[in-house]
Structures are given as C-alpha cells and as structure tokens.
C-alpha cells in the first residue's frame, strides 16, 4: 500500500501531462495542487512553456519560488486547464472544496477555464457529500447573523474557522463558516438557498462543474472518471 504523499504525487505527475505548451493553467489550492505545482514546475524546467493563474496568495507565492511564470485572471481572455483537489467528490462528480480557504478564487478559476480537472487519492470519493464540513465564505460584518441563520435553517452545527488560536481570514478579508451537514441530499439546491443568505460570498459546493476527476489508488492505479 503506497502512502498518502506517493498516491498524491502520482496523481499530480498524470495531471502534468495534460498540459500542452503554450497552455493558461488554472493552480489550485491545498496539499494535492501543491504536488501539481512541483510537478508542473519541474516540467517547466525541461522546457515546457506555460502561464499559470494561481488560486491564492500562499499558492502565488509557492508558484514564484519554483520558478513558474504568473498571470491574473482580469488578465487573460481564457484559461485552458484548471488543475485542483478536492475534499470530496461524489458519483455526478459534484464536489466539495474549501478545505484550504481559497473556495472563491478556486470557483472562479474553475468557472473560467475550458476544463477543469479535479485530482485527488480514492478517499476522497463518496456515496454522497456532506461528511467533510462545507465552508461557506462570509463577510465578517454581522458573521454571526448568518451563523444563526444557517444553524436554524438546517438545524446544524456551523463553527467559525480558526488557525492558530485566531479567526482564520481570507485572501480577500472574509471570515469562513463550516457547516457540518452530515449528508446533502440536493447539492444544487443547498447551493443555491447558502449564496442567497445576505452576507454569504460563496459556499464550497461546485456542482456540474468537473469536466473529470483523476484518482489515485494505494496499489498505485490511477483512474479517470470523466462527466
């Protein structure tokens, strides 16, 4: 059985040989991108031309040390490929993202690009979401106003995401909810009736979003699930 960090990488590996030269890339956010990132790096070095647009500032920054060249989304006309992880992804490819805080850039990016690529190891695959808790971005102006609404709403726990003994904070200032649902039985309706609570910025649900998932497996088989 091959660790984690292995099953990862070879994932990651598969992921760069989709990208063609001359291709706008999409980088995701969290430990799985991060391996595409190394990856797409080393493929760079060999020669490969590319433009990345990165998915946060903590992915920017990583992206600038290997060596990748940068673009911004105001900044090119379309994006090509975007490569991301996912916290869950169930059988209609619908996922879960958020885990890493970089939902709204990542929704964005993956809204912007010709495919959307999602890579991850088999744990990730389930029956239905909603046992990893679903961020939902909030603006910090009356946070708590809308913790309630969605604790009453669904009857669920909703805790504000801390890091390091203090309120965890977005990119672009926000504040993140994580909503302990259990299972969702209507993804797109949930999606949905979350963005319309006033103060909500986005929530972590992409559904029919996924042009395909790449999956690894700890016997080292690797697996494409396409929509």
């Known amino acids: 059985m091959l660790p984690a960090a292995e099953i990862k990488q070879n994932v990651a590996d598969y992921a760069t040989q989709l990208i063609q030269p001359g291709m ?5 956010t969290g430990t799985t991108a991060t391996f595409f990132i190394k990856a797409l790096a080393l493929r760079v070095k060999q020669g490969l031309r590319c433009v990345c647009v990165p998915t946060s500032t903590e992915v920017k920054l990583l992206a600038e040390k290997l060596g990748l060249t940068l673009t911004t989304l105001n900044d090119v006309s379309k994006i090509d490929i975007d490569i991301d992880g996912a916290d869950e992804i169930d059988p209609q490819l619908c996922l879960i993202k958020g885990g890493g805080g970089a939902l709204l850039q990542e929704k964005m990016v993956a809204a912007a690009s010709k495919q959307f690529i999602v890579i991850a190891d088999s744990s990730k695959m389930v029956k239905q979401l909603g046992s990893f808790a679903l961020p939902v971005e909030v603006i910090p102006f009356g946070w708590k106003q809308v913790q309630q609404h969605i604790t009453s709403l669904f009857n669920i726990s909703v805790i504000l995401r801390s890091k390091n003994d203090s309120v965890f904070v977005t990119d ?15 993804p797109d309706q949930l999606c949905k009736e979350l963005n319309n609570i006033p103060g909500v910025v986005e929530n972590g649900l992409f559904i029919e979003m996924a ?13 494409e699930i396409k929509k």
């Not at 706008?24 to 995701?28: C, D, H, L, Q, Y």
């Not at 042009?211 to 697996?223: A, E, H, L, M, T």
């Open 24 to 28: 706008t890339v999409g980088i995701g």
């Open 211 to 223: 042009n395909s998932v790449i999956i690894g497996f700890d016997d080292g088989r690797i697996k």
């Open 172 to 186: 672009h200032g926000h504040y993140i909810l994580d909503a302990s649902f259990g299972h969702i039985n209507h």
